[in-house]
């Protein structure tokens, strides 16, 4: 016959506190630094009670704050001057410039390209450095550098796109057609609707559908982390040295080097182009950097 | 003043959906419906802005080459809100970006995205400390 262990005859002998003497049994120490437990413990009735009153408290002063602000809103929507009257004060003396000058100020036929690349190129010039300390700020969280493979690799998706033919197939009739429209809706930036902002984002979305589609191996050999990170800092340094001239000639960011030209051409507008062009960079390869440290945790 | 509220739709119309957003960034405990608030809020501010913008009668700020002899200013809208639209729409998917690192970090130290169990289990991280 086995012998049973010391601590089950202890056990059935009746001198032995299963519960009790637990701790003593494994011989572990009482944690100090006791790690959480995820459902967390149930809390005391108490304790659960003000809290329900407290949260009942916060939706109702919530809605109260909501409806007061929705209703003061919409009364001073009724006493705000009519939409699209010619007198309302949003048109100014401004206005009335950028309207009537701008041809001879930027030679850009989209107005609105000359006014944030011309006029206010200094506050696009700001938009860029956000979304670049975004683009930081992303890396910074989301990079981890301890086990770098093991975190930020996720589980492997249940589908994966790479086996389906379907989606390479189109994928590749459709990448082509996604950066020659990005790159056209840059280089006409001063002419039509659009920009550095808008082309920017199709060309990154185009990237992203490539890495989506073929994996990070792929896409990284058109788009490597390196290049990422040189183009971005080479348009940013590119603009601000642009703007810095800009200055250096009176600082109201409407002299350049470069002649307004013929206005309705590809080549005019002064420096409209390469800023739209750099702005383009930027944002294309912020979309596609975000969208890599999202996935995988690194540019 | 009924006319006028009948006439500027697009001002509270707006402004309901920035009060939708502000109720979702306030009540809602999921952070990444907070998020979603948040966004809904700039894309009110955004149609606010954008119809401040309008004249009665003009055109998109594009010049196509037809000026019969109008200026600029006969021919156009206001451009100005337009550009502010662009810059805030920038700055808005910064700051959506920034927010959704965060949420990722909270939810892989804590694994939930719940405000208030979040909250709970960060006091009882500092009452162990």
């Known amino acids: ?8 005859r202890m056990w059935k002998e009746g001198d032995w506190d299963l519960y009790e003497n637990l701790n003593v049994y494994t011989g572990r120490p009482e944690k100090k630094n ?3 437990s995820f459902p967390p413990a149930p809390m005391p009735e108490t304790a659960k009670a003000q809290t ?15 409806a007061v602000l929705a209703s003061s809103l919409i009364i001073s929507a009724a006493v705000m001057p009519q939409f699209g009257a010619v007198d309302a004060p949003a048109v100014n003396q401004v206005y009335l410039r950028y309207a009537d000058r701008w041809l001879a100020d930027t030679g850009a036929t989209n107005i609105v390209a000359g006014v944030i690349l011309n006029y206010r190129a200094f506050d696009t010039l700001g938009e860029s450095h956000v979304l670049f300390a975004a683009l930081c700020a992303v890396m910074l969280l989301l990079t981890d550098c301890r086990d770098d493979r093991k975190s930020i690799t996720r589980h492997e998706p249940l589908f994966n796109p790479r086996k389906d033919v379907i989606i390479t197939q189109v ?31 199709i060309m990154g979305a185009a990237f992203i559908l490539y890495a989506a589609a073929f994996g990070f191996e792929a896409s990284e050999r058109i788009l490597s982390p390196r290049v990422n990170k040189i183009l ?14 800009s200055f250096y000639t009176g600082a109201n960011h409407l002299e350049s080097f470069i002649t307004n030209g013929v206005p309705g051409r590809i080549v005019s507008a002064g420096l409209i182009l390469p800023l739209n062009i750099a702005v383009g960079l930027v944002v294309c390869c912020t979309m596609y950097g975000m969208y890599s440290l999202f996935k995988r945790g690194r540019t | 003043m009924i006319h006028n509220i009948l006439h500027n739709y697009l001002f509270w119309v707006s402004m309901i959906i920035f009060v939708i957003g502000i109720f979702m960034l306030a009540l809602d ?21 954008g119809s401040l913008g309008y004249i009665q009668g003009l055109s998109a700020p594009i010049f196509t080459g037809k000026t019969m002899g109008q200026t600029g200013s006969e021919l156009f ?8 639209v662009l810059t805030g729409i920038v700055v808005s998917v910064s700051v959506t970006a920034l927010l959704l690192a965060l949420t990722v970090r909270l939810y ?13 289990a960060a006091g009882k991280e500092e009452d162990d400390d």
């Not at chain 1, 016959?1 to 089950?8: G, I, P, R």
């Not at chain 2, 809208?77 to 502010?84: F, G, K, V």
């Open chain 1, 1 to 8: 016959m086995k012998k049973d262990h010391k601590l089950v």
């Open chain 1, 34 to 36: 006791r790690k959480l």
């Open chain 1, 52 to 66: 329900r009153a407290f949260y009942r408290l916060f939706t109702v002063l919530a809605v109260v704050l909501c």
């Open chain 1, 171 to 201: 994928v590749k009739i459709l990448i082509p057609l996604i950066l020659v429209f990005g790159i056209y809706v840059v280089l006409n930036g001063h002419l039509s609707p659009g920009g550095g902002f808008s082309g920017g984002t």
């Open chain 1, 232 to 245: 971005t800092a080479a348009a940013l340094i590119f603009y601000s040295l642009i703007k810095s001239y």
């Open chain 2, 29 to 49: 405990r999921n952070l990444i419906k907070k998020i979603i608030g948040l966004n809904i809020m700039d894309t009110a501010a955004y149609l606010f802005l």
């Open chain 2, 77 to 84: 809208i206001n451009p100005i809100p337009s550009a502010l």
């Open chain 2, 108 to 120: 892989k130290k804590y694994n939930t995205l719940n405000l208030d169990e979040i909250i709970e």
